[in-house]
């Protein structure tokens, strides 16, 4: 079998495996890094698996290489990581930075279980930090920090490792007070960030090393070192015993929820339907055999399938040719053909699962946000009727 055949095969096969399943967006201020971390993560993990590495392995990193720019168009990439001794199906769903996009923020909240939220070194917590943390928190997506341009506190502002300790300790506890106001009860103690067990991680996207306490454990590199690698100018040698990708993908297959596990406290919060029903209970149990349940995050032109709908999958299945629901126009429509992400790339498969993603074609009168279903097991209400966090909420008398 060729390389890109065991890579679809892998795919598939995780995609029906519920605990090895990641689906995360990234989010940040403007200007904190959010495009070069999906770039170099995609380009550092994409379609490689360990077992495939040798001398595919520059080939495939010029590949991805080549496709630098690429996450930015894409509704969701895909990538398989390996992680103590396993491998999982990480889907990072593009989630719009800017204030001004709000509404479709919250769409991409909606998709995702976990989010890395990218804080610049330099600036440290800006605003829209707190607008995105706060669009998560809201949607029950479990944050994990990555404090970024650590380079630049080195080499630009030439920060002792007693400055350095501090500005980071600066960022922690000011991501951990905007987690703590606004994350909800059952939350706020749990999902503090921290140093010591990893959910917090240091790095440069751009140079493409990151590190953990958990890492630094694992291969022995010390502060002193990275210190010392960026102060000599050699940040291409630390990328190589610290990738950004390794470093980043073991914090969320660590810390953020599987499908499984967040659906059954996030369909409370973001469906207001009886939870009793038997679609509520298929959904709370990410069941893909119950009725069919999504909603579609983003609309994406293309120059030969025309409008693909991203879609995240809460229960049930979509096969291709399968008739469904658009349940705000009220409207019927064909899944003409049915795919998953691998890299940024599409590929077509027979049917997906609940707790994925997909793209969808054949829905011509979808636009984000809508739910959808199966004509036969109609879903009331859809998910939109959530209000978006930045808008104030009028009570009608
Ligand atoms: P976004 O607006 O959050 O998507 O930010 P970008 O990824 O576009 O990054 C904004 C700018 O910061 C670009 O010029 C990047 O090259 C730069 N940048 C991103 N990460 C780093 C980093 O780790 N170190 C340095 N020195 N520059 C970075």
Redesign the pocket.
Same mark, same amino acid.
């Not at 940040?28 to 770039?39: P, Q």
């Given at each position: 079998m060729g390389r890109r055949a065991k890579m679809v095969e892998k795919v598939k096969s995780l995609m029906e495996t519920h605990d090895r399943i990641r689906n995360i967006g990234i989010c %940040? !201020?403007? &200007? !904190? $890094?959010?495009?070069?971390? @999906? &770039?170099n993560l995609l380009a550092g993990a994409g379609m490689i698996s360990k077992d495939l590495a040798g001398d595919q392995l520059a080939l495939d990193f010029d590949e991805e290489e080549a496709a630098r720019g690429i996450t930015i168009y894409a509704a969701n990439v895909s990538m398989v990581h390996e992680y103590e001794g396993k491998e999982f199906l990480i889907n990072l769903i593009d989630t719009p $930075?800017h204030v001004d996009f709000g509404g479709d923020v919250t769409r991409a909240m909606r998709a995702i279980d976990g989010a890395i939220v =990218?804080v610049?070194a330099v600036e440290g917590v800006m605003p829209q930090t707190e607008t995105v943390l706060r669009q998560a928190l809201k949607e029950k997506v479990k944050p994990v920090l990555f404090i970024?341009? =650590?380079?630049?506190l080195l080499n630009e502002l030439k920060l002792t490792p007693e400055e350095l300790m501090n500005r980071f300790t600066k960022i922690i506890n000011d991501v951990n007070k905007l987690i703590q106001k606004m994350a909800s009860e059952e939350f706020k103690k749990e999902w503090i960030v921290n140093v010591m067990d990893g959910s917090v991680a240091f $790095? @440069? %996207?751009?140079?493409n090393w990151a590190i953990s306490v958990p890492y630094m454990k694992k291969t022995g590199i010390t502060f002193k070192d990275i210190i010392d690698y960026c102060e000599n100018e050699n940040q291409k040698e630390l990328a190589q015993k610290a990738p950004l990708h390794e470093v980043l993908l073991d914090m969320v297959i660590k810390h953020l929820p599987n499908p499984l596990e967040a659906q059954k406290y996030r369909i409370p919060n973001i469906w207001k339907g009886d939870l009793e029903s038997e679609i509520g209970k298929a959904m709370i149990n990410c069941d893909p055999n119950g009725p069919l349940a999504g909603v579609i995050t983003k609309i994406i032109m293309d120059k030969h399938a025309g409008a693909i709908s991203a879609c995240r999958l809460f229960s049930g299945r979509v096969k291709q040719g399968d008739e469904l629901y658009l349940v705000s126009m009220k409207q019927k429509a064909r899944a003409q053909q049915v795919a998953v992400f691998m890299g940024a790339e599409r590929i077509q498969v027979p049917s997906v699962s609940a707790g994925n993603i997909c793209a969808l074609t054949g829905l011509k009168e979808a636009s984000a946000g809508e739910t959808i279903c199966s004509p036969d097991s109609i879903i009331e209400p859809p998910f939109e009727s959530i209000t978006h966090v930045s808008e104030p909420v009028i009570t009608v008398a």
């Open positions: %940040a !201020h403007i &200007d !904190h $890094g959010k495009t070069t971390l @999906s &770039d $930075g =990218v610049c970024n341009k =650590v380079d630049r $790095g @440069s %996207a751009y140079h």
